[in-house]
């Protein structure tokens, strides 16, 4: 293989375009399959033996480059960063796979997929969980029924093998690189365990009979920024409250005035300027006094900011009657860059401070947030217990897990997505809530300011959803939906929070042992071998049968 095409820099450009094609949204139906190319590319550009690390890392950073490009809009510096630094995660998967035995680097390539996206996912201060490989078959909730078992890392895992024995397939029929009865053998071991853990995780108990809770989410297609490009302050916020009761408080009471209104009813992140300190929502004090029916069963959740440590928090406030604060949740994880500034607090006081100041110029937001709690989930008129995340908090496994843990019985998110104006990461976000409720077999219902609103059964299937539609919108829109209860948990459950942590510890274990080894032939004076990546080039082609 040495000096092919196929596993060169054609090979590299052309997982990651695949890669990119397969991420949300897929550019086009069926190209989410593409993702089995994607990453059979990336092995064996990986177990090339020219510059495999090099090619793993162009892999990556076109991937990164493709499915991140609207966050340009946000900040390209931040975009470039996250290119830049976003392929060397492909590097670190590369090493861990050149690092396995070559017996074994099928399974290795698995440990090494999982690993990296995990490590990616978890990074402190930069984490960046979007574009992993089962986000790439969210619309095929079917394909995806590991996730209960062993959540995305242990999905990737699965991917990862699958690519990796289909390549040394054909490599063995091509270029008898492996004897063709362990290919094979291999290959269906692959195929044979993705299968099952697939059937094992399919959700087919039914639900306990609770009843479903009517939800109304209102989508206001406003832009948080461009309204109120050009005015004074005191125009601003009399724009802002124009707004505010059109889009949001006019529909809002349109819904409680029906005969049958929703028990809930959601507005997304960022609703309200409101700042509400902890000790004011304890003594249940009012928001939108006036502006809301001092009488009915329904609730209203909204977001808006609690003070804490003289810090704001994004949280999401459940209200009840004429505005009356009933409970809140908080937002758990913060966006970098957006509502903290990863390492800024390692740099002198004068240079943090000027970036401070440029990033409130480019996002309009103090990037200077607390990290929320985990609190206890709140609850609608009838008792159903439900709970509520902000944005970011969708795209990690915890916060959702702590919820659901907790007791409720369906979760909500509330986020602002307007900043992308209208990209790839709408999907990406999507795709993230489906993901969600798979693990948990929970219904999760999204309200978004311009986003994707949508509704997710505990079957991970899009039940309902509001199409796409980019800020400014003519008009508020509202999705209705009907949430029944989610679905009893796995026996084992436990297996989601470890199947990442453990791929990164084989990982390190593997590289540790490379290591160990490449130091004991130094210390002997031995020549190192042949890499193991490497395929004898040597061979006649032939059919390996």
Not at 142 to 155: D, F, K, N, Q, S
Not at 194 to 213: F, M, N, Q, R, Y
Not at 503 to 512: E, I, K, N, Q, V
Request: net charge positive; aromatic share 8%; with cysteine.
């Amino acid at each position: 293989m040495n000096g092919r095409p196929w596993t060169g820099l054609p090979a590299a450009l052309l997982g990651g375009l695949s890669l990119a094609a397969a991420t949300p949204p897929a550019v086009c139906p069926g190209a989410e399959f593409l993702v089995f190319p994607g990453l059979a590319s990336w092995f064996a550009v990986a177990t090339a033996a020219r510059r495999p690390l090099l090619l793993s890392y162009v892999l990556g950073c076109v991937h990164m480059a493709a499915f991140s490009w609207s966050l340009r809009h946000v900040l390209l510096p931040a975009y470039v960063a996250i290119v830049v630094a976003g392929g060397l995660y492909f590097v670190f998967g590369a090493a861990v796979l050149r690092a396995a035995p070559r017996a074994l680097r099928v399974p290795g390539f698995a440990v090494a997929v999982a690993a990296s996206f995990w490590l990616r996912a978890v990074m402190p201060e930069v984490p960046y969980p979007h574009g992993q490989p089962c986000h790439s078959l969210w619309q095929w909730p079917a394909l995806l029924g590991v996730l209960p078992l062993g959540g995305e890392a242990l999905a990737n895992a699965l991917l990862g093998v699958l690519a990796a024995a289909a390549v040394e397939v054909w490599r063995s029929w091509r270029l008898l690189a492996l004897p063709w009865p362990r290919a094979v053998l291999q290959a269906s071991a692959a195929l044979a365990v993705s299968i099952g853990a697939t059937i094992a995780g399919w959700p087919l108990a039914s639900a306990d009979g609770a009843k479903a809770v009517s939800v109304a989410a209102i989508e206001p297609g406003v832009h948080p920024f461009d309204p109120y490009v050009g005015l004074s302050r005191e125009q601003a916020l009399r724009r802002y409250d124009e707004l505010l009761e059109q889009r949001l408080l006019a529909p809002t009471r349109a819904l409680l005035g029906e005969p049958e209104p929703p028990e809930l009813v959601l507005w997304p992140e960022s609703s309200l300027l409101a700042r509400l300190t902890v000790e004011e929502i304890g003594r249940g004090g009012s928001l939108l006094a006036g502006r809301l029916p001092a009488a009915g069963a329904t609730r209203l959740l909204l977001g808006a900011n609690v003070q804490r440590d003289r810090r704001d928090t994004p949280a999401a406030v459940l209200l009840g009657p004429d505005g009356l604060v009933l409970g809140h949740q908080e937002k758990q994880r913060l966006v970098p860059g957006g509502e903290f500034l990863p390492f800024v607090r390692w740099l002198p006081d004068g240079l943090a401070a000027a970036i401070h100041e440029a990033f409130r110029a480019a996002l309009g937001t103090p990037p200077d947030c607390l990290p929320g709690r985990e609190l206890p989930p709140l609850r609608t008129a009838s008792g159903v217990p439900f709970g509520a995340l902000l944005c970011y908090d969708n795209a990690f496994p915890e916060p959702a897990a702590g919820q659901v843990e907790a007791g409720a019985r369906f979760l909500c998110v509330l986020s602002n997505e307007a900043w992308y104006r209208g990209g790839g990461e709408l999907a990406q976000l999507a795709a993230m809530t489906v993901c969600r409720a798979l693990e948990l077999r929970t219904p999760i219902v999204r309200c978004t300011t311009d986003g994707w609103s949508l509704a997710v059964d505990a079957r991970g299937r899009v039940v309902a959803d509001l199409p796409v539609h980019p800020a400014p919108a003519p008009a508020a829109r509202i999705l209705r939906v009907r949430v029944e209860p989610g679905l009893e948990p796995l026996p084992m459950t436990w297996l989601r929070a470890v199947a990442g942590p453990l791929a990164g510890s084989l990982a390190g274990l593997l590289l540790l042992c490379s290591w160990a080894g490449a130091v004991r032939r130094r210390a002997g004076g031995l020549m190192p071998p042949a890499s193991a990546g490497a395929t004898a080039p040597h061979l006649p082609v032939g059919t390996g049968s």
